[in-house]
């Protein structure tokens, strides 16, 4: 085996791409923070609108830029009817993440951004606009899709929304098509998903957006290729893949039996590893705690919340494999009434702000992303003499 071959590390593995300032993922003694902040912090203290600044603009907003920026994301609600239009268009049996692809590459359309290289690169406004724009019309835009299908109606945002609603409170108020506030508990799930999903370093759909980035392409680009990356089942889709692993299970004995079954066939289990943590993933936790708190209610789902950590236990004694972030943010969705199928753009939401911080960086200091491979096709060869003709 050559030298250049005993290089290559599969899926980038220990590759240092480019420098960030934006999170740091699994550093020893660090642990999971954005622009310096502890996500166990940002989690209990911040809203996700905070967190959403912190990562675009660099610092935690005074009250004034809070202020602000809750006045754009209302704006940014609004769906114009072309883009309805394409809505409805898309059939029901559509994943809802190649909605929120396809929207987005509509509303690009709509409202491009301009692509001039050298402005680009030194005026990022217009992108974080754009980024502003994305993160409050993503919530309306799947469930006016979900709603054109599910319940055979043209979803009017404006009548369920007030000024004042964050973006989680947006959400839930359009899923469920009400007007009064959504219950405390269920908006404190959402909201701190939201902030526990919104970064993670060099993660695939933020190179592949960074990938998009280094060609000067535009934001619409760059975010419908970080949505197009994130609908796998490894990366965001996987929160997705644990609800329907755990949901046709009854009791613990049939949760040790399926991991009995899986781990004898040698199949993954989904929602339990990760690349970069080895010792447990911080948001884990978190995600741990409202999912218990919601199992304690009257109509909360106690046997899933069991369920759940007794799978999670049987996998630490048994493959030494501890639960990440996916596993209890699937029983915490599924307790607020989400559908399965609409955990992942619920990541989307929450992930646009990191993917955007990424791309302000990669056009700051842009080199166009070009890795190389080592070939191991044929040699150098003659065209068999059956090809060898005029084309005249």
Known sequence: MTS???DIRKGLVGVLADKSAVSTVGKKDIGLTYRGYRIEDLAKECSFEEVMFLLMRGHLPSASELRALKQRLVKARHLPNELKVALEQLPATAHPMDVLRTGCSVLGTLEPEEVDNVKMTKDHEPLLRI???????????????????????????DSFLEDDDSLSQVFLKLLFRQSEKPDPLHNKVVDTSYILYAEHDFAASTFASRVTASTMSDAYSCIATAIGTLRGNLHGGANEAVMHLLEPLKDTQEGQQMVDQKL????????FGHRIYKNGDPRNAVFKDLSRELSKRPEGKPALYAISEHVEKLMEERKGMYANADFYAASAYHQCGIPTYLFTPLFVVARTSGWVAHIVEQRSANKIIRPSSHYVGPQERDMPSTFVRSKL
């Not at 709603?147 to 009017?156: E, T």
Request: net charge neutral; aromatic share 14%; charged share 20%.
């Open 4 to 6: 250049e071959s005993n």
């Open 131 to 157: 980024a502003e724009r994305l993160t409050g019309s993503f919530g309306p835009m799947i469930l006016y899709w979900y709603h054109y299908h599910v319940s055979g109606v043209r979803l009017d945002v």
């Open 264 to 271: 004898k066939n040698k199949e993954v289990i989904m929602g």
